[in-house]
């Protein structure tokens, strides 16, 4: 048995992480920035590149996987920038 190639998914993984360390670090609204900027570019490599490369991205059909990272990607982005993060006093 062959293991399946995980493809270009280590080009949206990294920013990923990096957004998951923003957040342990404290740092809410740029951890959201980073972690839907990795999610689109998820969603970018998912649309441009074959199956074939595109390895551990692919879960359902092409269009299903662009669209749900990219809607949670954007949806992101608007929950982060309308967060209120000053301190109530």
């Known amino acids: 048995m062959i293991a399946p190639r995980l493809g270009w998914w280590w080009v949206a993984t990294p920013?990923?992480?990096l957004g998951v360390v923003a957040f342990a670090f404290g740092h809410?609204?740029?951890a959201g920035f980073v972690i839907a900027g990795g999610l689109l570019?998820?969603?970018l490599i998912r649309a441009v590149l074959p199956t074939a490369l595109?390895?551990?991205l692919v879960?359902?059909?092409r269009?299903?996987?662009v669209v749900?990272?990219?809607l949670f990607g954007i949806a992101l982005v608007v929950v982060t920038a309308s967060l209120d993060l000053r301190p109530r006093g």
Do not use: C, I, Y
Request: net charge positive.
């Open 15 to 17: 920013v990923l992480v």
């Open 28 to 30: 809410v609204r740029l």
């Open 41 to 43: 570019v998820a969603a």
């Open 54 to 56: 595109s390895g551990g």
């Open 59 to 61: 879960v359902r059909s």
């Open 63 to 65: 269009v299903v996987d």
């Open 68 to 70: 749900t990272m990219g």
